[in-house]
């Protein structure tokens, strides 16, 4: 199990995260915020790169700092922008790897054809990279993090740029993964963790604004949201949600505490809550 126990971080005067307390157990956990919220900060303390200002980060009850080399090596990690050589073939660039993590070539070998298999580049697997497509280079990204079998898998913003086909075959990818690990996924995109994650995290005002399921994410607004015509006058208050092309018109989406006039509330959804949580928030 994973804990971060009241873990505060500051940049000098500047407060990134302050009191994070959380805990982690095998299964997709979602990191959602608006951009610059706090979330690859809180990543970054998770696999090393940052110290906490305060608090401590536990791996079965042991600081990982104190841990070390034994934590990294339970760690797979997937930057938002990774490194690779341009002219590697997957197959060089994941036995190059696997010499800077220690593995033998008589365990990688077998290792690396399995992983290219399972992200589906067993048949690009000896072509230069720099000929790749976002979604193909990501899907070696997601290989090389999966080198050492981790039990923490860690993805900072790994849609990002990708065609909705791909988002999809990540999404499908990192279910898969998820069944005997911790899996953390860092995003802005609510798609692409509404169907995969067990929970999901809430970062605002640089805190912990909560840790649930995608169902208890919904129930918040639960007989509150409606979708109301662009035209329609409202004399109750509301916070606008979004607005769509329906076969009438534009339809407005809105949270409203109290129903408008002739109008039956419709079913909340992950997207409702983003929208409602963070309002017009773009980062900070």
Not at 222 to 234: I, M, N, Q, W
Request: hydrophobic share 40%; with cysteine.
């Amino acid at each position: 199990m994973l804990s971060v126990e009241h873990v505060t971080k500051k940049y000098g005067s500047y407060l990134a995260l302050e009191d994070i307390t959380l805990e982690f157990e095998n299964g997709v956990y979602g990191l959602l915020a608006p951009n610059g919220a706090g979330k690859t900060t809180l990543l970054n303390m998770l696999t090393t790169l940052l110290l906490p200002t305060k608090g401590e980060i536990l791996w079965e009850g042991t600081d990982i700092g104190a841990l070390e080399k034994q934590y990294r090596n339970i760690l797979g990690y997937l930057p938002q922008h990774f490194g690779y050589y341009r002219d590697n073939t997957p197959r060089q660039f994941l036995r190059y790897l696997a010499a800077l993590k220690g593995m033998d070539g008589k365990t990688a070998a077998p290792r690396i054809q399995e992983l290219l298999k399972l992200v589906a580049l067993s048949d690009v697997a000896d072509k230069k990279m720099k000929k790749f497509s976002g979604g193909m280079l990501q899907r070696v990204g997601i290989a090389q993090a999966m080198l050492n079998d981790p039990k923490l898998l860690i993805l900072d913003e790994p849609t990002a740029g990708l065609d909705p086909r791909e988002r999809v075959r990540f999404r499908n990818l990192i279910h898969s993964l998820s069944q005997n690990r911790i899996v953390i996924l860092s995003t802005h995109i609510v798609s692409d963790i509404e169907t995969i994650a067990g929970k999901i995290i809430l970062l605002k005002n640089h805190e912990l604004y909560c840790c649930k399921s995608p169902g208890e994410l919904c129930n918040m607004l639960a007989g509150r949201v409606f979708e109301v015509p662009a035209d329609r006058k409202l004399s109750k208050p509301y916070q606008l949600l979004g607005e769509h092309q329906t076969e009438a018109g534009t339809a407005l989406r809105i949270v409203c505490e109290t129903p408008p006039d002739g109008f039956s509330p419709v079913a909340p959804n992950l997207e409702d809550v983003f929208l409602y949580v963070y309002g017009d928030e773009g980062g900070e």
